[in-house]
């Protein structure tokens, strides 16, 4: 059954831009058991159709971090494509910041497990300290300390090995009240987006968890769907 502390799963994908992956990913969700009221397709942005002033809008490649440099060398120049991931995220946040609860944010390429409703659940009983964003996808294959190494071990809640936290952005859940808190400093943002939530998290001093195994793949990563450029 639907864990009903989970009000919102945000589906970052454009309904008919990314048609192809919309077709795969909506029955997808359905058929994992996902009710479909809960389902929000918030993508109201398009890498190739943003003009100059809407990029440089949200977009700063020279915001001023103080003693916090750069975490990658993409934030020097964005593309269109990684800006609209960006916005169409923002755009779930301020949603998000509306409400009370927990929230769900799923990217076009997600692919969940078979299981995934009973483990989301198994893991929301284990998680009985206080946190702000829990890391559902593997990223790449990192496990947390003391995680099982079998991927068909119980799900568990786990603290990550590191301050980076987002091993991938396929997949996370967050309070809604660490959202209220993103929705006033997350634009203008400067780096991809799974660099620029460890900056934010950091910022406020958020508390990360990881569920492992992982409840989530990414479908890009590994090789199930391609990205094209420029998008």
Sequence with gaps: MWPDAVKTVYVLCHPTKEKDRYDRLI?????????????????????????????????????????????????????????????????????????????????????????????????????????????????????????????????KAYKPPHQWVFRCTDSMLFTTEYMKRLEKTFVPFKEIIDWEMNYQLMLHKGIALWADPPLAEQGTCNSRLVTSLPA
């Design 27 to 155: 029955p997808h969700l359905l058929q994992i058991g996902i009710p479909k009221e809960r389902i929000k397709i918030c993508a109201p942005t398009w890498g190739a159709d943003l003009t100059v002033e809407q990029i440089f809008s949200v977009y700063n490649p020279y915001l001023n971090r103080g003693t916090t440099p750069a975490f990658t060398f993409k934030a020097a120049g964005l593309s269109r494509g990684e800006i609209s991931l960006g916005m169409n995220f923002y755009s779930a946040v301020q949603d998000a910041a509306k409400s009370d609860g927990l929230v769900l944010t799923l990217e076009s390429d997600v692919w969940l497990r078979e299981d995934f409703v009973q483990r989301l659940a198994d893991l929301l009983a284990d998680a009985t300290t206080k946190w702000d964003y829990i890391s559902l996808g593997e990223g790449v294959g990192t496990r947390a300390p003391g995680a099982p190494i079998s991927y068909y071990a119980p799900t």
